[in-house]
C-alpha cells in the first residue's frame, strides 16, 4: 500500500469508547476521523420522545466507583441527580407473595439471610484478589473459570433461595445471561470492576445518579466537541494494514491513517473483514464472546402511584418475569412526565416473551408489574421497550462476556493491539466492565496507548 496518511488516527464506532478516545487524541494535537455506522452517536445510549415522554432506553445509572465517567460528565459540564428511593421495597419471594422492606436486608428467614451474608462476603474476598484488568491472573482463575456461575453457587449452600437471590444480582441483573452459561470467574470480574459484590448487591449504590437530560447526553456532548470529525452512516466493512499505513474501507472510499480502533463491541470486530487476517488467537477469543439479553421495559403513568402507599417503587424477584424494578421518574419528582417505573426482564425470560406478539409480550410484562405495584400498573400512559437484541450493530443487552472457560484461554487478546489496528469498548474494561464508566476508561487507555507508540 502507498496511501499517505489523510488522518492521524480512524476510530471506528462513535460509543463513549470510540468518542473519547477520538477525544483524548485531538486534545494532544491529532487529526482524528470517527466512523459510525448509525445515523447518530451513542452506541449503547440513547434518549427517546414517545408520546411526550422521555426514555433512556440504554444506559443510564451512574454509580460512585464510576470515578472516569463521573469525571468525563463533571468535565463536559453535565450535571446530575439522584434516584427517587424514599420509602419501602417490595421482594416477592417463591410464594408470589409481595413484602415490604427497608434497607438491603431481605424479608427472608434470618437463616438464608445469614447465607446471603456469606456468600457475599466469599465474593467480595474473591474480587479482592482479582486486577479487573487481568482477571485470568486471579491466583483461582483456571478453578473459578471451569465451573458455571450456577455450579459454582450449588458447591458453597444448600440454602436454595440464598443462591437464587445472589444468582439474581449477576445473572439476570449483571451479565443478563443465565447462571448456568458464564463461568464463576466472570462473575468474580463483575465484583471486581464495581470494586466488591458489596456494591452489586446495594441498589442505592449502583443505581445512584443520573445525568440530567440522560446518559446519552455524554456520547452527545463528546461529539459536538470534535465537529467535522465525526462521520454518521459510514459501516465500515475492511481494515487493511501493512508497515507504513492502514486503510479503512466504508462505502467503497478507502482512508488512511497511521492507525486505525475499532472501537467495538468484541462481536462487532468480526463484521469487519481485516487483512491480513487476525492471528488465530485473536480471531477464537472473539468467537467465544456473546452478547447477554435483556428487555428495559420502561412504563409511564399520569403520577408515580406507588409513592402513594409509600413504596419507592424498588422490586426485586428472582422467580419472577420481572426480577428488578425501580422508580425511574425523571429529576427529583414527578415532573412533566407523570411518574415512571423501569423494570427489567433477562435471559430465559426475556427468550420466552421475546417470541410473544407485541401485545402479548406487552401484557405479560405488566400483569409482571402489577405482581408488585397492584392493578394500577397495568395501565401505563406510554410504554416502551428496549429493541436492543434486534439490532445487528449492537445484537443484544447489555454487554459481551465470554462463555465457559475461555477467559482463561482468550482474555488477553481482546485488548491487544495487531500492528496498526487497536481493539476496546466497555466488554473489555477492567473497572467498569460492560458499563460507560468501562468505554471512558477504554477510550482514555486506547488514546495513550497510540501517542506512547508514537513517541517511543
Ligand atoms: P457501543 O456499543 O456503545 O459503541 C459501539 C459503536 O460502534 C456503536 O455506535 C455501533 O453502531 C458502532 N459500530 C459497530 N460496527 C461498526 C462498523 N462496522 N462501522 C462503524 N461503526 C460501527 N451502563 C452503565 O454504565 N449504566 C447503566 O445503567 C447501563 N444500563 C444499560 C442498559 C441497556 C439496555 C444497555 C443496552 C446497556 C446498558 N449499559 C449501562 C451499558 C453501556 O450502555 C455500555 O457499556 C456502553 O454504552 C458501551 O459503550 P461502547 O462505546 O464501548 O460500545
Known amino acids: 500500500m502507498t496511501e499517505t496518511h489523510t488522518v492521524d488516527t480512524i476510530i471506528v464506532g462513535a460509543g463513549v469508547t470510540g468518542l473519547t478516545a477520538a477525544r483524548r487524541l485531538t486534545e494532544a494535537g491529532q487529526d482524528v476521523l470517527v466512523l459510525e455506522a448509525r445515523d447518530r452517536v451513542g452506541g449503547r445510549l440513547r434518549t427517546e420522545t414517545h408520546d411526550g415522554a422521555h426514555f433512556e432506553i440504554g444506559g443510564q445509572w451512574v454509580s460512585p466507583d464510576q470515578t472516569a465517567l463521573i469525571e468525563m460528565v463533571e468535565e463536559l459540564g453535565l450535571e446530575t441527580y439522584s434516584r427517587f428511593r424514599e420509602g ?54 483456571a478453578e473459578l473459570d471451569q465451573v458455571t456461575f450456577g455450579q459454582w453457587l450449588e458447591a458453597q449452600t444448600d440454602d436454595v433461595e440464598a443462591r437464587d437471590n445472589i444468582a439474581l444480582y449477576i445473572g439476570p441483573a449483571m451479565i443478563t445471561k443465565p447462571v448456568w452459561s458464564f463461568s464463576a470467574l466472570t462473575a468474580v470480574l463483575m465484583c471486581a470492576s464495581a470494586g466488591s459484590f458489596t456494591h452489586l448487591v446495594d441498589a442505592d449504590f449502583i443505581l445512584d445518579k443520573r445525568v440530567v437530560g440522560g446518559l446519552s447526553s455524554v456520547p452527545a456532548a463528546l461529539a459536538s466537541g470534535l465537529a467535522g470529525k465525526v462521520r454518521l452512516n459510514a459501516d465500515v466493512t475492511h481494515v487493511c494494514q501493512d508497515d507504513n499505513c492502514v486503510v479503512v474501507t466504508v462505502d467503497g472510499e478507502d482512508i488512511a491513517a497511521a492507525h486505525v480502533i475499532l472501537a467495538l463491541p468484541p462481536t462487532h470486530v468480526r463484521r469487519i473483514r481485516i487483512a491480513p487476517d487476525l492471528p488465530w488467537e485473536h480471531r477464537s477469543g472473539r468467537e467465544h464472546q456473546s452478547f447477554g439479553l435483556v428487555i ?56 420466552e416473551v421475546g417470541r410473544l406478539p407485541e401485545d402479548e409480550r406487552r401484557s405479560r410484562i405488566l400483569e409482571g408489574l402489577a405482581t408488585y405495584f397492584g392493578e394500577r400498573a397495568l395501565h401505563p400512559r406510554v410504554y416502551k421497550e428496549s429493541d436492543w437484541q434486534h439490532q445487528e450493530l449492537t445484537g443484544g443487552a447489555y454487554a459481551t462476556s465470554f462463555d465457559v472457560g475461555s477467559m482463561t484461554r482468550y482474555g488477553h487478546t481482546l485488548r491487544e493491539p495487531v500492528g496498526r489496528i487497536h481493539f476496546g469498548s466497555s466488554d473489555v474494561a477492567g473497572l467498569g466492565f460492560q458499563h460507560v464508566d468501562g468505554a471512558v476508561r477504554m477510550g482514555s487507555l486506547l488514546a495513550r496507548t497510540i501517542l506512547e507508540g508514537d513517541h517511543a
Open 296 to 351: 428495559k421495559v420502561q412504563a409511564e403513568y399520569a403520577t408515580p402511584f406507588w409513592r402513594e402507599s409509600g413504596l419507592s417503587g424498588t422490586g426485586f424477584g428472582p422467580y419472577e418475569l420481572v426480577h428488578e424494578v425501580y422508580d425511574n421518574t425523571w429529576a427529583s419528582g414527578a415532573g412533566e412526565d407523570g411518574g415512571m417505573l423501569v423494570a427489567f426482564v433477562s435471559g430465559l425470560h426475556a427468550d
Open 88 to 141: 419501602e421495597s417490595l421482594y416477592i419471594a417463591a410464594d408470589r407473595t409481595a413484602r415490604r422492606f427497608t434497607g438491603e436486608v431481605l424479608p427472608v428467614s434470618e437463616q438464608t439471610n445469614a447465607e446471603i451474608d456469606r456468600l457475599i462476603d466469599i465474593l467480595d474476598k474473591l474480587s479482592a484478589d482479582m486486577d479487573p484488568d487481568r482477571p485470568w491472573a486471579h491466583p483461582l482463575a
